[in-house]
């Protein structure tokens, strides 16, 4: 199964029968792509294999994207119009950003070694065939992986409740959608505390006791306060459900199952 990039007409490939699907339903990838066409060929092969795609046709679309959310995967084109994809090596590179997949029309090795060097973890050359395309994606997905759990610290918890994945030590909440949601110091330190106490009635007194040490010291207000916050953050389109439940007089308690992973 060939994408050809020209002129002709790049026919969306059949949808496989259900038990083909891989079962990747968590893993989110960004496809930054300028030609509609085959940005909605990729979108298409990746959703029926099973992964979340989401496309931009512009770096700067691709960049403003990344400000709210946290794939797991960006398949990059490097001739985009404006700001190139070497641009968007440059700006998005960091210890936390996710592996990049350059995309490029053009064998020229240059260009490759210095996408390779600004932090890309692998390239295709079109046209190519989907399926090698799959195999490099699930390849560098399974090399960030195994790098990611070789240096997390011991210790290090990263949890999931009711689809959000909470990351304590970056200090931040993806949504079930893939929004990613900054947390405060505080926060963080609240909702963790929630976290290992799940269904228990703790009081504000308990809170503040369990978050001592935490960057900004609580009072009875500040829980109040920080409880609205939490709970604004862990509003969903697609769920009316109600994380954290009031007792009157009583305190607070935070209600969905939470698994370490």
Known sequence: MTLIINNDKIPSPPSPPRHAIDDMTDTHILIVEDDAEISRSLATFLQAKGYTATTSDSAEAGLLFLKTHAPDLILLDLMLPGESGLDFCR???????????????????????????????????????????????????????????????????????????????????????????????????LLLVLCQHVKKVLSREDLIQLTRGSEAPLSMRSIDLLISRLRRKLVTDDTNEEFIRTFRNNGYMFRPDVRRV
């Open 91 to 189: 700006k998005i590179r960091s210890p936390d950003s996710p592996p990049i997949i350059m995309v490029t029309a053009l064998d020229d090795p240059i260009d490759n070694v210095v996408g390779l060097e600004l932090g890309a973890d692998d390239y295709v050359i079109k046209p190519f065939d989907l399926n090698v395309l799959l195999a490099r994606i699930r390849a560098v997905l399974r090399r960030t992986s195994a790098i990611e759990t070789a240096q997390k610290p011991v210790g290090e918890a990263v949890l999931q409740f009711s689809g959000f994945t909470f990351y304590p030590s970056r200090r931040f909440l993806r949504s079930p959608t893939g929004i990613r949601k900054p947390l405060t110091g505080v926060e963080t330190d």
